[in-house]
C-alpha cells in the first residue's frame, strides 16, 4: 500500500518568504509527527497529532512554525518568515494509534533558504 | 544531559565482524525502546523493537539494561548493506513523544 508522502521533496526560498510542507500520512493511521534534520543532526521532534488535536506543541522551536491536521488526514506545516537556520529536512511519520506503534516516515522535505 | 546520547562514530569495521552499538537515556521512566536504521539522504525505517527480556533478529541482537539506562544493538558478521546511521529511540512520559538519539554511523568496508 501507499506509504506516507510528502510535497514538495525539495524547496529552495529566499529568507523572510513563508513556505508551507504537506504530509499525507498512510491511510487509518491517527499518530502523525513532523521532525526536523539539519545537516549531520539528529532528528529533532517538532510536533505530534493525534487526530486532529496536537497534544504536545513543545518542539515549534518558534512563533514562525506552525502547524494543522483536518480531516484526520493531512497535515501541513508552515514556516512563516523564514530564516537561513531553517534549511533542514523537515520529515513526517505516522503511526497507527501511538508511537507504541512503528513510526514510518516519509521521503522528507529538504528546504533551503537562501 | 541529553536525554538519549549515542555516539556518533563513525565506527568503520571490516565485512563479518561484529559490532555493538550503545545508547544511553536519561529518564528511568521511559517505557518503550527501539532501534531505527537511517541511510544516507533516506528516511529512518524500523530496524526493531527493544524489550526487556532481549531479542533477535538474524544478525541483529537488540539488549536492554533498566538498570543502568542503556540500550544495545549487536550486528553479527557484518555486511556491507549494513552501512547506514542507527538512530536510538526512547518514548518516555503518558503522551507520544518520542526521542531519537544522534544516531551511531556504521561503515563496513570490504
Known amino acids: 500500500g501507499a506509504g506516507v508522502s510528502q510535497s514538495p521533496s525539495n524547496k529552495v526560498t529566499e529568507k523572510g518568504k513563508d513556505v508551507e510542507l504537506r504530509c499525507d500520512p498512510i491511510s487509518g493511521h491517527t499518530a502523525l509527527y513532523w521532525y526536523r534534520q539539519s545537516l549531520g543532526q539528529g532528528l529533532e521532534f517538532l510536533i505530534y497529532?493525534?487526530?486532529?488535536?496536537?497534544?504536545?506543541k513543545s518542539g515549534l522551536p518558534s512563533d514562525r512554525f506552525s502547524a494543522e491536521r483536518t480531516g484526520g488526514s493531512v497535515s501541513t506545516l508552515t514556516i512563516q518568515r523564514t530564516q537561513q537556520e531553517d534549511s533542514a529536512v523537515y520529515l513526517c511519520?505516522?503511526?497507527?494509534?501511538?508511537?507504541?506503534?512503528?513510526?514510518?516516515f516519509g521521503p522528507g522535505t529538504r528546504l533551503l533558504v537562501l | 544531559r541529553k536525554e538519549v546520547e549515542q555516539d556518533p562514530g563513525p565506527f568503520n569495521v571490516p565485512e563479518g565482524a561484529t559490532v555493538a552499538f550503545n545508547c544511553t537515556y536519561s529518564n528511568s521512566a521511559s517505557q518503550s525502546f527501539f532501534w531505527y536504521r537511517q541511510d544516507c539522504r533516506k528516511e529512518p525505517k524500523l530496524l526493531m523493537s527493544v524489550y526487556s527480556s532481549g531479542n533477535e533478529d538474524g544478525r541483529f541482537t537488540a539488549q536492554l539494561n533498566r538498570a543502568s539506562q542503556y540500550i544495545s544493538l549487536l550486528i553479527r558478521d557484518s555486511k556491507l548493506s549494513d552501512s547506514a546511521t542507527y538512530l536510538c529511540?526512547?518514548?518516555?512520559?503518558?503522551?507520544?513523544?518520542?526521542?531519537f538519539g544522534i544516531g551511531t554511523k556504521l561503515q563496513v568496508i570490504p
Open positions: 497529532f493525534q487526530g486532529n488535536s496536537a497534544p504536545d
Open positions: 529511540v526512547v518514548r518516555t512520559g503518558g503522551y507520544q513523544k518520542v526521542t
Open positions: 511519520a505516522s503511526s497507527l494509534v501511538s508511537s507504541k506503534e512503528t513510526q514510518y
